[in-house]
């Protein structure tokens, strides 16, 4: 199904909607410009203390998303991934820069419009145990964001179904609370809750990392397969390489606030060009021990190359 008739399928008003969203900006849509556009970004988090400095957790971060894209966002912990996507959220402060949905600037914005953009930028968080109410039926947790968008009672039940459906979940799944599900159903029902309102784009922070193995493959096939049919476009934040090569189209990679090296999936996992994306990558485990060995072995010779070379300092001194 094409996204349009997708779309159209589900939800009445949308247009409505998004015109309303344009509404302000004499740019006309280009439909060959991103989807999603940082440029610059800026954020500093205030610390507590008396002319305490602030923190710079993003040092001026450009990245594009096209519309149906996946991009991976990897880097070590604290460099700042989840900082971005919850800026994109609307959820971290922009101290400068700009994000740009479909031309709008998102990054400083009214609350009011702010809720107008929500339904377009979505997110499915790392743990499927404190994401889902545990009080709420699943279907009184998919159905929130449609009645809380005015879309009739018997419209939301027949989405309702849908999106199970759209999951690979059993529509008795419905009726039942998130305590009976396990790791993997859970998130499979926050993909589904994202997917209510057919976003734009799905900001995936970290959505395998708590699964066990078998479980992230099927989870990984499944935004593989959404995407294909929906067009949705994905930030996949991720410290895994293998999660990064299965499910992205191109890569960034952080480090320390900035996006140090960013290209197609295949050309940065297979020839990383920054020092600290060849150390990232030889950092990863191997499952065999022979390879492993071998890992371990030029992993040693690069730090001494890269130390030799004064070109560590050179590159971390920012
Ligand atoms: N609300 C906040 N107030 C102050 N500092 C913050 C805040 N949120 C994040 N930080 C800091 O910003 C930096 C980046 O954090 P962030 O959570 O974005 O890293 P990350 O790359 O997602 O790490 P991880 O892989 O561990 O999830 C960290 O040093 C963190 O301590
Ligand atoms: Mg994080």
Known sequence: MSRASYEAGHLAGRDALGQELLQGTDRPLDPNAPLLEIND??????????RAKPFRALKGVSLDIRAGECVGLVGESGSGKTTLGRAVLGLAPVTAGSIRLKGQEIGNI?????????RDVQVVFQDPYTSLNPAMTIEAILAEPLLTRKVPKAEARERVAHLLEEVRLPADAMHRLPKEFSGGQRQRIAIARALAL???????????????LSTQARVLDLFKEIQERTGVAYLF?????DVVRHVSHRVAVMWKGEIVESGDTAQVTRDPQH?????????APVADPAKQKIRREERREL???QAEAGEATLAFAA
Do not use: N
């Open 303 to 305: 730090l001494a190359a």
């Open 110 to 118: 009214s609350a009011a419009v702010r809720r107008r953009v929500g």
């Open 237 to 241: 934040i991720t410290h895994d390489l």
């Open 198 to 212: 057919s976003p734009e784009l799905i900001i995936c922070d970290e959505p395998v990392s708590a699964l066990d």
């Open 41 to 50: 970004l800026v954020t500093d988090f205030p610390l507590k203390g008396f």
């Open 275 to 283: 020092p600290y994306t060849q150390r990232l990558w030889m950092a």
